[in-house]
């Protein structure tokens, strides 16, 4: 896998008439990799979507795909992008396949085979000759992404592709992306609203509010506090006597009860203590587990609780 970024966004921003929509944004997108877009309502995640693909102009800065530059090189850049920008536009009167058809037409060298190709790639064999109004929404999305895969890009763009799914059509979708980024190498860049879907899907998250960059960071790194104290289960059935046991020990900072025993926090270096000191009470411990942030802490954290949008 290249080193050389995908996407490339220098200094970024978009003003109409007097407000600044997304201010000065830099940030890298790594080849192979689910890249999450994250901001709350108006952060300007839609607007930095539509300038990559064309549909917006850029005041300042340059967005460059596979080292094209989208401003001065529009055509070389763009040939190298899939997109479905809020919702795939298909004939709901014609089939899956007539649709594929139509689309490959205006893209030169699209041969039949890679239709077939996209076909399997969806998984849509099996409905792909019925008509696009008898498609449920996960199918369609499903289509859209085949229609965005026909010209075989290095970059496929996704802006709020879960809106509407239920749950089995979102983890439908989520481990098919994750499938292309394996077996195509394929970058997906993607933006939601569902945090806990982005949590299990993405590589790298990019947060931005009031249209600046607020951090990028791979998800594990999102996930882990920036402490050297964290916070601990401790699994019970004797709580209160475990809360005095513990309160015993140096170097806890808090603690409490909680429905599966005592939530303690401390560092990472006194658990091996603790265990000990506990064991010798005699009481009875079924687990000890660091508790992780979510994505949806992390992000309200970082946002100062602005509701994601």
Do not use: W
């Not at 877009?37 to 607007?47: E, H, I, R, S, V």
């Amino acid at each position: 896998m290249s080193d050389t970024p995908v996407v490339s966004l220098r200094n970024v921003t978009k003003k109409i008439g007097r407000s600044t929509i997304v201010e000065d944004l830099t940030f890298d997108v790594p080849q192979g990799e689910i890249f999450g877009f994250l901001g709350p309502n108006g952060a300007g995640k839609t607007t930095t979507i539509r300038m990559m693909v064309g549909l917006m102009s850029i005041t300042k800065g340059d967005i460059l795909i596979k080292g094209k530059n989208v401003k001065t090189e529009f055509e070389q850049a763009i040939r190298h992008v899939g997109a479905i920008v809020e919702n795939p536009e298909l004939y709901k009167y014609l089939t899956g396949y007539q649709n594929l058809i139509h689309y490959s037409r205006m893209i030169p060298g699209v041969p039949k085979e890679r239709i077939d190709e996209v076909v399997k790639l969806v998984k849509l064999e099996n409905r792909i000759r019925d008509k696009v109004k008898k498609y449920s929404l996960g199918m369609r999305q499903r289509l859209g992404v085949a229609q965005a895969l026909l010209h075989r890009p290095s970059l496929l763009i996704l802006d709020e592709p879960t809106n509407g799914l239920d749950p089995a059509g979102i983890r439908e979708l989520r481990d098919y992306l994750r499938y292309l980024t394996r077996t195509e190498g394929i970058t997906v860049i993607v933006s939601s609203h569902l945090l806990s879907e982005m949590e299990l899907m993405c590589d790298r998250i990019a947060v931005i509010q009031r249209g600046r960059l607020v951090d990028v960071k791979r998800i594990q790194d999102f996930m882990e506090s920036d402490e050297a104290a964290q916070t601990y289960v401790i699994e019970t059935t004797a709580a209160e006597s475990m809360l005095a046991a513990v309160g015993e020990m140096y170097g806890i900072r808090e603690r409490r009860i909680v429905p599966e025993g005592v939530e303690v926090v401390t560092e990472r270096e006194r658990i091996p203590d603790l265990v000990a000191h506990l064991a010798r009470t005699e009481l009875p411990i079924y687990g000890v587990r660091v508790l992780r942030q979510s994505l949806e802490d992390r992000f309200l954290e970082m946002t100062g609780g602005e509701k994601i949008g």
